[in-house]
Nanobody, 112 residues
Framework: QVQLVESGGDLVQPGGSLRLSCTTS????????MNWVRQAPGKGLEWVAG????????AYADSVEGRVTISRDNAKNILYLQMNGLKPEDTAMYYC?????RGQGTQVTVSS
């Protein structure tokens, strides 16, 4: 079955950086569009970024455009999210998403 395991979340100061990873299994990773989504405390799910199966096209939410880069390694079946210039409003649980299926998430907290 589809398994998505997110990692890399941490407590960081404003302006800091993190790289999130999503290790996948149970499906042919290289054939699927993948997304990162997040959920802040008390709020609904927010789409963050998406990437085509080959990595040739990416898209970002306005709230993260210019600060975040989504990428993938199809040889290793891993999805990444490089986050720079982190802001307190980026605090959330981050999930990788395949067609609505998500892992357990990784917590990102941005605070001084």
């Amino acid at each position: 079955q589809v398994q998505l395991v997110e990692s890399g979340g941490d407590l960081v100061q404003p302006g800091g950086s993190l790289r999130l990873s999503c290790t996948t299994s149970g499906f042919t990773f290289s054939k699927y569009y993948m997304n990162w989504v997040r959920q802040a405390p008390g709020k609904g799910l927010e789409w963050v970024a998406g990437i085509t199966s080959t990595g040739g096209f990416t898209a970002y939410a306005d709230s993260v455009e210019g600060r975040v880069t989504i990428s993938r390694d199809n040889a290793k079946n891993i999805l990444y999210l490089q986050m720079n210039g982190l802001k307190p409003e980026d605090t959330a649980m981050y999930y990788c998403d395949k067609d609505g299926v998500r892992g357990q998430g990784t917590q990102v907290t941005v605070s001084s």
